[in-house]
């Protein structure tokens, strides 16, 4: 099967995620043809993802009923303090951010970072109905972040890395943006063993947050070689043991959850 490149991926994937924030799903998958399949949670009709992943209280802060495409919650992981300042990678339509931007305060704020001007255009629909003012969103990629060097607090990301094909840059970027001491506090998709070659060069599956998962060591290793330490890993929302069957792509998928540092 022909590799696909970095400019197809992002393509395909920046065009899915499109679709579902014209549609403003209120689902957590892209919308999946029959080939495709995604691990980043249930997506039965008759539950909700966000309340899946998030607190009632939580949801309740900021009285919206705005979609979870994520994988696990950064928020709770993040410990965010009055007055940081927060940057969220793949902030799609704005729940993170918005959460956030509840825990840093009218002194603190939130930059939500896109590569997909549809989710940009959502995400600040969103903002505007919630009238928070210390949010703002960003159209950009990961691998080149509109982010001045060392102006963050902490960096949040949900379940988006992962879609990335060159994670060693984005680490480096977030290393790079972050102020001496921030923090990267992200939920992200991980693999335990070898998916099939199949499932690597399936566009379908990049955009399904499952092809360009990496193995846990792989991807912690990763950040390690950007220049981050004090790593702590979790396992935080899907069961290994049953990832084989409901992602179909021969190997366990497991959502992880990581903090790590950039020294002082």
């Not at 959502?255 to 540092?261: F, G, L, N, T």
């Amino acid at each position: 099967m022909e590799a696909k490149n970095d400019d197809e991926i992002k393509k395909f994937v920046r065009e899915r995620y499109a679709e579902i924030a014209r549609q403003q799903a209120p689902s957590c998958c892209a919308p999946q043809s029959k080939e495709a399949s995604s691990c980043c949670g249930p997506c039965a009709a008759e539950t909700s993802h966000a309340q899946s992943l998030y607190s009632t209280e939580e949801l309740e802060s900021i009285a919206a009923d705005i979609p979870s495409l994520g994988c696990g919650n950064p928020i709770a992981l993040s410990e965010l303090q009055p007055g940081e300042v927060v940057l969220d990678l793949g902030s799609g339509g704005g729940l993170d951010c918005f959460l956030a931007a509840h825990k840093v305060g009218s002194q603190g704020k939130v930059i939500g970072l896109d590569m997909t001007p549809d989710m940009i255009q959502l995400a600040r629909a969103n903002a505007e109905e919630l009238s928070l003012g210390n949010v703002e969103f960003r159209l950009g990629e990961m691998e080149h972040m509109p982010i001045e060097s060392d102006s963050v607090d902490v960096v949040i990301s949900n379940c988006v890395i992962n879609l990335s094909p060159d994670k060693d840059t984005v680490f480096q970027e977030v290393f790079r943006a972050l102020k001496p001491g921030g923090r990267l506090c992200v939920s992200d998709i991980v693999t335990r063993g070898e998916l099939p070659a199949s499932v690597r060069e399936s566009l379908e599956q990049w955009a399904g947050c499952v092809a360009g998962a990496l193995e846990e060591k792989e991807y912690l290793e990763k950040i390690r070689a950007a220049g981050f330490v004090q790593l702590e890993a979790q396992e935080e929302h899907l069961d290994p043991h049953k990832e084989e069957t409901a992602c179909g792509v021969g190997a366990p998928i497991a959502s992880i959850a990581v903090k790590a540092y950039k020294p002082r």
